[in-house]
């Protein structure tokens, strides 16, 4: 195990858990425990872990190469994950989440940003509910060609004139009702 703090932290391959927290940057390799990573005003990479991450960070880009579940949170930065084999769960106030393979139930929202998950269960029939909410941005979701499911969009403030939702399936549209007009 690895408790790390100061001023920036790069280190190697770690065969067990690491606790690390910094004011600046924080880099790793492989990490055979869990994660648990604060940079109060850096980036955080984290090439693998063979557990649960929980990394935080107030302005700075979170990268995961490979991990067994994440929960990421950033002030002001983009999240992103090579592959993550369990629950994800991220929030940015200001940046792009973006999770190239996720197997599992997906969490994820930004302010002012936009989505790409790319869902590649292991167990199709598995808890795989997906949750995700862009303030400002874009919203993308590849699904696997055979699986079921029920899919609900919303777009709460359209922007002016521009395509709302697109789909490579059929779609049925509900309009929200609108209030009578006065006479």
Sequence with gaps: DAELRGRS???????????LQTVGAIRTGAISGRVTADATGGTIFIKEARG?????????????GDAARI??????G???????????????????????????????????????VRLVPDNIDGDLHVNLEAGVGDVT????QRMKATVEATVDRPAFSAQHLISDFPMSAMAPARPPQGL
Excluded: C, M
């Design 9 to 19: 932290i790069d280190v190697g391959d770690i065969a067990g858990n690491a606790e």
């Design 52 to 64: 649960e991450v929980q990394v935080s960070t107030k302005a700075g880009d979170i990268s995961i």
């Design 71 to 76: 929960n990421a949170k950033s002030g002001g």
């Design 78 to 116: 983009n999240i992103l994950s090579r592959r993550v084999r369990g629950p994800f769960q991220g929030h940015t106030d200001s940046g792009d989440i973006r999770l190239e393979s996720a197997a599992a139930w997906v969490e994820g929202s930004t302010g002012y940003g936009n989505i790409f």
């Design 141 to 144: 979701i590849y699904l696997p």
